[in-house]
Each structure stands twice: as C-alpha cells, then as structure tokens.
C-alpha cells in the first residue's frame, strides 16, 4: 500500500532554533519523488523542497534541508533558524511515477514557532 | 507565479443540487488534481489526470465525476450534493517533464452543502 506517515500532529520550537519534522513512506515502487509543502493560516500551499527517489545527495533550498534515508524510507523535513513565519502545516507528499504521477499527501504537522 | 484558477471560491447549496467546480491553468501542464481538505487537515486526493482524456480515481472514494478533454480545464462534478460533500476543494497541476515536478496550486473552493 502507498501511504505517508506523519507521526507530529503538532510541534513547537523556539525562535532561532531548529525542527526537525518526521515523515515516512511506504511504497514498492523504485521510482518516486519526495516534496515538503507548508499551508500558513492562509490556505495556500507552498511548494519548500523536493527529493527524487534516485538522487544521492540530500536536497536543500536556503534554511530547508530534506534527511533522506531511504533505506528506512524516511524523508524529514529539517528548518534551521526557525522564525514567526514557519508557524504553519507541513504536509509531506509523494509522487509515485509508476501510477501516472499520482501524488498522495501526509496527514501533516502543525508547527507553532515560540518568540 | 503559478496560472491555476478555480471557480467559484465560495459556494453554499441546498441538497440535492448539481455542482461543477471549475478549475483551469494557463501552463500547459499534462498532470492536474483535486484534493478534499477540511480546515488544517489531510489533503486527500479524488480525482487526477495524466493527459487529455485520461482520468483516474484518487485513494478517497468520491461521488464526484472529473473530465480532461483539454489539457488546460479539469472540472469536478457532483451530480447530487449532499452536507457530507462540505468541504474545501483544492485543484493543483504539474508538468511531469520538469525534475522536481511540483504541484502548483489554485485558491480552493469552499463548498457547503445546507
């Protein structure tokens, strides 16, 4: 079965410091890729970072990073220097490209950032 | 920025009636999508397809129907609404032949079913 772990219904972190939030997946297939998504309070979806499932370095867009561990199918999601701003939803995804791109979603992880 | 449009943004009903939400983007990308979301909950996916004419049912089993006949619209249909179908309906496309292939996302439609 295709599924997205997050075990983090919610979070909290200091201002300044870093989280590190958890997802894991289960899928049999070789071919996927892995992406974080925030939702603020807004509503919109914002794409953060992505991983495909053949890349051997671990992905990082500026204070984002992506811990891929494949063998233990995890995919957690790291900020550095959390700021205000980060309180949102995180949703872990994963595309599965053997399914004609179908892409599935985590359950998330509300993160609250503590001034 | 992202040409993903979805209309109408808000809509409330009475039981029983035909809805179609509307979703389209000006990208040109081959995969589109419809996810359930209630308020800071699971993104759940309905409906996606994979190109013009190709359709598949998503991993939440849904009363509502999705057509592809151009690359750019992919409409979501309820034939007979009912309160269960309140919620908010998020509508995302993607281009397959980019690497990171990520979804870009339209505004939503908040759909209450009276």
């Known amino acids: 079965a295709q599924k997205i772990t997050q075990t983090q219904p919610g979070m909290f972190v200091q201002e300044k410091e870093a989280v590190t939030l958890d997802c894991t997946y289960d899928?049999?297939?070789?071919?996927?890729?892995l992406f974080w998504y925030k939702q603020p309070s807004s509503g919109e979806m914002i794409f953060l970072i992505y991983q495909g499932s053949y890349d051997e370095q671990n992905a990082t867009e500026g204070r984002y990073s992506l811990n891929f561990q494949k063998a233990r199918k995890s995919a957690n999601l790291v900020i550095s220097a959390s700021q205000l701003g980060d309180s949102a939803m995180y949703f872990c995804?994963?595309?599965?490209?053997?399914?004609?791109?179908?892409?599935?979603f985590g359950p998330g992880t509300s993160l609250s950032v503590i001034p | 920025e992202a040409d993903i449009y979805q209309t109408p943004r808000y809509l409330v009903i009475g039981t029983g009636k035909k809805i179609t939400l509307e979703c389209s983007q000006t990208?040109?990308?081959?995969?589109m999508y419809w996810y359930q979301q209630d308020p800071g909950m699971e993104l759940h996916l309905i409906h996606y397809?994979?190109?013009?004419?190709?359709?598949e049912k998503g991993d939440l089993s849904s009363e509502s129907t999705v057509s592809r006949i151009r690359t750019e619209h992919f409409p979501l249909t309820l034939e007979s609404a009912r309160p269960s179908h309140t919620s908010q309906y998020l509508c995302?496309?993607?281009?397959?032949?980019?690497?990171?292939?990520?979804?870009?996302f339209g505004e939503g439609s908040r759909l209450t079913v009276l």
């Open positions: 995302a496309s993607s281009d397959s032949g980019v690497n990171t292939g990520e979804l870009f």
């Open positions: 899928t049999s297939d070789q071919s996927y890729g």
């Open positions: 990208m040109g990308h081959d995969k």
């Open positions: 397809s994979y190109g013009v004419n190709s359709t």
């Open positions: 995804a994963m595309r599965l490209k053997t399914s004609y791109d179908k892409v599935i």
